[in-house]
C-alpha cells in the first residue's frame, strides 16, 4: 500500500486466492473515500482494466461489497447500455473495463472523459501475465496512449498490476507500462492441501488416420469424470481448449447424469450473448451449478470459491496458467483436487511422462514485444489522431517510433505540420485499424437463418475454419449446420440438425523468406530466424464419423487465400546429413513433416504459447534455402516471440521434440507424437522412424545448450508495416505438393 501511495509501479505477483485484489483495492479505495477533491470539483478517480468481461464484472462486486455507495463503481463495455455509459463518464469513480474498450471507446472519445482523466489517481492491471505475444504487445502500447493522454490533463495515475505467479514479473510489468517497476511476491496467504493428477486416457478398439490407435478423446475422459464429480456433489469447473470442446464436455455430462442434476451442469465460453454470460456467472457464483464446462474465461481470478475440483483436458499451454487453472480449486482453504487430463498430442503425453516438466521447472517469462512494427504502427496512427505526436512522444513509444513515422507519412496515414507534429490524416477513425486480439477483422456473426435470431459470434482469423458452409456448429448444447458463409457481410446462416459426424477444415499453406536476421551453423545444418510470408488457403473439409472418427467423406470449399507476413524460425538439413541418417528422398517428405508436428507441439514448453498461436511447414526442398527445410513461425501479423524464444531455445526444444517421438509406444505415429490435429494435409506423410533419425543427424551438430535469458530480444519485422490486415490461421500441415 505504501509502494502504491508514494506514486510506483507495483506488480503483486503471488498464487490464486493469495488476496492480490485486496492488495490493490487497499489503495485505491483508501484514496477514493479521503475526499481529496480534483482540480475540477471531481474527487479522485480510477481506472480498472481486465482481459475479459466476466472478471471485470466479478471484480465490480467486489468492490461494492468493500466500498460504501459514494465510491460509484461501474462497469464500461461493450455490455454497458448506451444510456449508462454518459453517467458513467461524468459521475462513476471507479471505472471497470478491459483494455479493448480503453483504446476503442475511452481514448479516441478522451475530450469527453476529460474530468475523469484529470483526476486519475490509479490505473489497476489485473491478471496481467495474460497479456502476452501480440495481444500484450497491444495492450502495452494502448497503456502508454493512456499515460501520453492523461499528461496532457495534467494527471500522472500509478500503475498497479496483479499477475498470477510468473518469472521475473518486475520486468513484464515494465515492457507492459514502459514504467519502472517493483515487485511484491511474499505470498502469505493460507492454502488447503492439493492432489494433482496427471491422467492418460487410454486406448480405444478405434484406429484413426493411417491405422495409428486412437486414445479416449480428453474431452469424452473429462465429461466421464464430471460425471463423477457433480454425482458426489462435488463443485467442479472443466478448463476445455476449444469453445466446441466446453459445449461437448457439457453435452456430454447431461446426457450421462439425466435429470434432475443435469440441469446444474452448463457451458461458459465466449461468443454467448451478454445475458447469457451474467447468468451462467450468476449461477456459478451461488452454487446453483455443480459443473461448469468453460474455456480460459473463468481462468483469470473471477471469483469461484467454494469449487472442489478443476479438471483441465489438456495442457493449458503455460505452466502459469495450469497453476492459474488449477488454483481456481480450493479457494476457501478447504482440500482440493486438479487433474491434467492429456490430449492425444506430443506435449501432454511428454508432459504426463515426464511430470518433472510441470513440477520441477519454473514458470515461464511473460513474451511480448511492444515495438514490432505490425504493432506499434497502427497505434502510432491511433496516438496522432487522438492528440498530435511531438519529438516529446518518441521516447515513451519505444526506438521504433522514428524510423516508422516517415514510412506512414509516405503511405498517406500521417502528415507532418511546419510546427514538426504530425497529424492523423483520414477521416475514418484511426482506432478501429487496430485488432488488439489478433482476430484478423470483424468477428462473424452466427444467424439462424429461419429466424434472423443472433446466437453468437466467432473471430474472424478462425472462421474460415469453423464456420465455412457445411460446417457443424455446436451453440449451448445444439447442433446446428452452416447453410452459408456470406464472407463479404461476415455473417454464417446456420440452421438445426442431428448430422452423426463432425467436420475438420483442409487448408494448404506455402512459404517463402523475406529476410534473414540470425543463422547459426549446427554441423552441416543450420538455424535460422527471420521474417516469412506465409499463404493459407481453406480447401474444403472433412466429415468424420461422431462415434469413431471415421471419415465418412470430403467436401471442396472455394474461399479466398488469406496472406500473413510474420517472425519464424527454421532449420535446414544437406543431402550428405540425409545419407547419414539413411533418409531416402521417398521418406524424406515423411520425416520432415513428422518432424515439423511434433516440434509445433513442443514448442509451448519453451514459450509461453499454444499450440494454435504457432503454425509450421516443412518442404523437402524448398526455393529459398536450396535445402530440406522445416518452418514453425508465429501466427500473427509482424511475430509475438515465440518463434524467437524456440530459436533461442532450440537445442532444448529439438532434443525434447525428438525424445517424444522416440519414446512414444506406437508403431507407425499416432497423434500422442507426430499426428497434428489441424494438420491441413490429412496427416500425410508422415514417417515417424525417419524423423527421429532426422533429429538425431540435426542434433549431432547443434551447440552445447546455454541457459537463455528470460528477457526475448526486439523483434525487428520488416521495415515497411503492412498495417492491420487479416492474419491467417496457424496451421499444421505440409505446403502444396508434400
Not at 393 to 402: H, N, V, W
Request: glycine share 10%.
Amino acid at each position: 500500500m505504501n509502494l502504491a501511495k508514494s506514486g510506483q509501479t507495483v506488480v503483486i505477483a503471488t498464487g490464486t486466492a493469495s488476496g492480490k485484489s485486496l492488495g490493490y483495492l487497499a489503495p485505491v479505495l483508501s484514496d477514493l473515500l479521503d475526499g481529496t477533491e480534483a482540480r475540477n470539483g471531481r474527487g479522485a478517480t480510477a481506472l480498472y482494466l481486465a482481459p475479459t468481461k466476466a472478471l471485470a464484472a466479478d471484480q465490480r462486486r467486489r468492490a461494492a461489497e468493500l466500498a460504501p455507495p459514494r465510491v460509484r463503481a461501474a462497469l464500461y463495455d461493450g455490455d454497458t447500455p448506451p444510456e449508462e455509459r454518459e453517467w458513467v463518464r461524468q459521475y462513476a469513480s471507479y471505472v471497470l473495463t478491459n483494455p479493448d474498450m480503453l483504446h476503442r471507446g475511452i481514448l479516441p472519445g478522451h475530450a469527453r472523459w476529460s474530468s475523469f482523466l484529470k483526476a486519475l489517481r490509479y490505473v489497476v492491471v489485473d491478471e496481467c501475465h495474460s497479456y502476452r505475444g501480440v495481444f500484450g504487445s497491444h495492450v502495452a502500447q494502448v497503456l502508454r496512449r493512456l499515460r501520453r493522454v492523461c499528461a496532457r490533463y495534467g494527471s500522472s495515475p500509478a500503475f498497479l498490476l496483479a499477475s498470477a505467479t510468473t518469472a521475473d514479473p518486475a520486468a513484464t510489468a515494465r515492457r507492459l507500462t514502459g514504467l519502472p517497476a517493483v515487485a511484491v511476491t511474499e505470498d502469505a496467504s493460507p492454502r488447503g492441501p492439493m492432489v494433482f493428477g496427471l491422467w492418460e486416457p487410454p486406448l480405444t478398439e478405434n484406429v484413426g488416420e493411417h491405422g495409428a490407435p486412437v486414445r479416449r478423446t480428453a474431452t469424452a475422459e473429462a465429461a466421464h469424470l464430471l460425471t463423477d464429480l457433480v454425482e458426489r456433489e462435488t463443485r467442479t469447473v472443466v478448463f476445455v481448449r476449444s469453445r466446441r470442446a466446453a459445449e461437448l464436455v457439457a453435452l456430454q455430462t447431461q446426457d450421462q447424469l439425466g435429470r434432475p442434476l443435469a440441469g446444474r451442469v452448463a457451458a461458459y465460453r465466449g461468443g454467448y450473448l451478454a445475458d447469457e454470460r451474467r447468468a451462467l456467472e450468476r449461477d456459478l457464483h451461488s452454487g446453483r451449478l455443480l459443473g461448469l464446462a468453460s474455456t480460459s474465461a473463468l481462468e483469470l481470478g473471477v471469483d469461484i470459491s467454494g469449487l472442489d475440483a478443476v479438471l483441465m483436458a489438456g495442457y493449458p499451454g503455460t505452466r502459469a496458467s495450469l497453476w492459474q487453472q488449477a488454483g481456481r480449486a480450493g479457494r476457501e482453504a478447504q482440500g482440493a483436487l486438479a487433474v491434467l487430463i492429456a490430449r492425444d498430442d506430443p506435449l501432454d503425453t511428454y508432459l504426463v511422462h515426464h511430470p518433472e516438466a510441470l513440477f520441477a521447472a519454473p514458470v515461464e517469462a511473460t513474451v511480448l514485444d511492444p515495438d514490432n512494427p505490425h504493432v506499434l504502427a497502427p497505434h502510432l496512427c491511433a496516438a496522432a489522431a487522438e492528440l498530435p505526436l511531438t519529438e516529446d512522444d518518441l521516447e515513451l513509444f519505444g526506438p521504433s517510433t522514428a524510423p516508422l513515422l516517415p514510412v506512414l507519412e509516405r503511405r498517406g496515414l500521417l502528415r507532418r505540420r511546419s510546427d514538426g507534429s504530425w497529424y492523423w490524416t483520414r477521416r475514418e477513425r484511426a482506432a478501429d485499424a487496430v485488432d488488439l486480439r489478433g482476430s484478423g477483422g470483424n468477428p462473424v456473426q452466427i444467424v439462424e437463418a429461419d429466424t434472423g435470431r443472433l446466437l453468437g459470434t466467432v473471430d474472424a482469423a478462425a472462421a474460415h475454419t469453423t464456420v465455412h458452409t457445411g460446417a457443424v456448429h455446436l451453440h449451448q448444447g445444439r447442433t446446428y449446420l452452416v447453410r452459408e458463409f456470406d464472407l463479404e457481410n461476415s455473417v454464417a446462416l446456420v440452421e438445426p440438425a442431428d448430422p452423426p459426424y463432425t467436420t475438420a477444415a483442409r487448408d494448404i499453406t506455402s512459404i517463402s523468406v523475406l529476410d534473414t536476421d540470425t543463422t547459426v551453423d549446427w554441423g552441416e545444418g543450420r538455424l535460422s530466424f527471420g521474417s516469412v510470408e506465409v499463404v493459407n488457403q481453406v480447401v474444403g473439409y472433412l466429415r468424420k464419423r461422431i462415434s469413431t472418427g471415421e471419415i465418412m467423406g470430403e467436401t471442396k470449399l472455394d474461399l479466398p487465400p488469406r496472406t500473413l507476413r510474420t517472425r519464424a524460425v527454421w532449420w535446414t538439413v544437406t543431402e550428405d546429413q540425409l545419407l547419414d541418417a539413411d533418409i531416402p528422398p521417398d521418406q524424406l517428405p515423411g520425416a520432415a513433416h513428422a518432424a515439423e508436428h511434433a516440434s509445433i507441439g513442443l514448442l509451448p514448453l519453451f514459450a509461453t504459447c499454444d499450440r494454435w498461436d504457432i503454425g509450421g511447414v516443412s518442404v523437402p526442398l524448398h526455393p529459398d534455402t536450396g535445402l530440406p527445410t522445416v518452418f514453425v513461425y508465429d501466427g500473427h501479423p509482424g511475430g509475438a516471440g515465440f518463434a524467437e524464444r524456440g530459436f533461442q531455445r532450440a537445442v532444448q526444444w529439438l532434443t525434447a521434440t525428438r525424445t517424444a517421438i522416440a519414446s512414444c509406444e506406437c508403431e507407425r505415429g499416432c497423434p500422442s507424437c507426430v499426428q497434428s490435429p489441424k494438420c491441413g494435409n490429412g496427416n500425410d506423410p508422415l514417417d515417424k522412424a525417419a524423423a527421429v533419425r532426422l533429429l538425431d543427424v540435426l542434433l549431432a551438430g547443434a551447440p552445447e545448450a546455454t541457459d537463455e535469458p528470460d528477457e526475448p530480444g526486439r523483434s525487428d519485422g520488416p521495415e515497411g508495416p503492412e498495417g492491420p490486415g487479416a492474419a491467417a490461421g496457424p496451421d499444421g500441415g505440409a505446403p502444396v505438393g508434400s
